[in-house]
């Protein structure tokens, strides 16, 4: 669990005006987000979430600053297995993002120089 | 050990260099571009002198008899480890038979392989690095031969990363290099159009380019007046101008003195740029002071340094 994923259930309980959220989470975890002051009451069939599709795609390691790989990889561009797509720089370092599988990009929501967390998709495929 | 399976003999291992000794005509040979040495030891936790290969003839190979971790920084091109290419300025773990291979570059000369470490062999005068022009240092005093077998540490895999810090972002090849120079002890003694000439230019490399010095080719720069210098010393970085006209740059394997007029010194934070210039190169000397010169070192050694503290935190955190 990362600190985004948790800032996204407090997120997800205040908007669904939940005074108190729990979830599983990995390795027989639990999660528990207790909101102080709820708005108001909502009905318990709007609190049930919307089925979402993951986007298959490449998901960071880490955070940092996303660096394009050499050339830049683009949208309509096609990655193998285990390709260098870009890195994400810590200060002086940088590690490699690498595709797990190969794919054709359909969209690249980051530039050269933005801010990268955890988890995020930095290339999306078709 | 590692084995070398494909090189040329203008290869070798460098390091630093030998300072301190050039009054006894000890000159100071070491890597060519100090800068991607020194970035590729930092990169491994080394020792920033710890000796590695310089690479200017391609393509180059080696074989890795055991597990290391090693890494490749300097000039741009396609570099693979068992087939798999490796990004620029990149710091890697081999495996136990693992080829490397350094394709000529698309963008510098020299190509620079550090390893965990270092490489192990007898330091001469301090210093493991080969002098070329008098024999003595590295590999018994002459280029890497195929069938070479270099003593590396042997190390556990690592997850590879690189350096963020990037020298050769801010160099553009298909153009004039800019390097910054220092005005030398006759810089006065030329006439005021070589003088303007001479940071006006934009001065070619000629094929005489080695690591004892280059041959620059361009109008003929002359003295005001006629002049007999004693002999004196000279460092890498200095620009002498013979009866020619046409600047020489005397690098590292240069002698420690000379006799001609010096116009300018190259500024030590610029001559890495030197270094990864190849023969059709340009330049395009500016004048600057030697604070500035001193700055723009400094400025350097902490990007380095900076590199270097960071490569230790991640290594602690990763255990």
């Not at chain 2, 050990?1 to 040329?8: D, P, Q, S």
């Not at chain 2, 000794?21 to 002198?49: K, Q, T, Y």
């Not at chain 2, 590695?52 to 480890?81: H, S």
């Not at chain 2, 400094?298 to 960071?310: F, G, P, S």
């Amino acid at each position: 669990m990362t600190l985004d994923e948790i800032e996204r259930a407090i997120a997800l309980a205040k908007s669904r005006g939940l005074a108190e959220l729990e979830c599983a989470i990995g390795h027989g975890g639990r999660l528990k987000v207790i909101v102080n002051r709820p708005h108001k009451a909502v009905a318990i069939a709007a609190a049930a979430p919307r089925p979402v599709k993951a986007k298959s795609g490449i998901r960071t390691r880490y955070f940092g600053v996303f660096a394009d790989a050499s050339p830049a990889i683009r949208v309509g561009d096609t990655v193998t297995e285990h390709q260098i797509v870009g890195f994400l720089e810590l200060g002086e370092i940088r590690f490699a993002i690498q595709a797990e599988k190969a794919g054709r990009v359909a969209a690249k929501p980051f530039k050269a120089g933005d801010l990268v967390g955890y988890g995020e998709t930095v290339f999306e495929f078709e | 050990m590692i084995e070398v399976l494909t090189t040329g003999a203008a290869n070798s291992i460098q390091d630093l260099g030998r300072n301190g000794r050039f009054d006894i005509g000890v000159s100071r040979s070491g890597a060519m571009d100090r800068l991607s040495l020194m970035i590729g030891n930092a990169l491994l936790g080394n020792e920033l002198n710890a000796a590695g290969l310089e690479i200017a003839i391609f393509p180059f190979r080696l074989r890795f008899d055991q597990p290391a971790r090693f890494a490749v920084t300097g000039a741009e091109g396609a570099v693979t480890l068992a087939g798999r290419p490796l990004p620029p300025r990149w710091a890697a773990s081999a495996a136990e038979g693992e080829t490397l291979v350094i394709a000529p570059p698309d963008r510098g000369a020299r190509v620079y392989i550090t390893f965990a470490d270092g490489i192990d062999v007898e330091p001469v005068l301090g210093s493991r690095a080969t002098d070329l022009k008098s024999g003595y240092g590295g590999l018994e005093g002459r280029g890497l031969k195929r069938g070479d077998r270099l003593d590396v540490m042997p190390k556990p895999p690592m997850r590879a990363f690189g350096a963020a810090l990037d020298p050769f972002a801010a160099l553009d090849f298909t153009n004039p290099l800019p390097v910054r120079a220092v005005p030398a002890a006759e810089h006065s003694v030329f006439s005021a159009d070589a003088r303007k000439l001479f940071s006006r230019w934009s001065w070619r490399v000629t094929q005489e380019a080695d690591r004892m010095g280059y041959r620059l080719e361009g109008p003929e720069l002359k003295l005001e007046r006629r002049l007999e210098l004693m002999s004196h010393g000279i460092l890498p970085g200095t620009i002498q101008v013979p009866p020619s006209g046409k600047p020489i740059i005397q690098l590292a394997d240069a002698n420690t003195c000379g006799g001609y007029p010096k116009i300018a010194t190259i500024i030590e934070a610029d001559l890495w740029i030197v270094g990864q210039a190849g023969p059709d190169s340009r330049f395009l000397f500016t004048e600057v002071t030697p604070d500035e010169a001193n700055a723009a070192l400094r400025r350097q050694r902490h990007e380095i340094d900076a590199l270097a503290r960071t490569v230790e935190v991640a290594r602690s955190l990763a255990g």
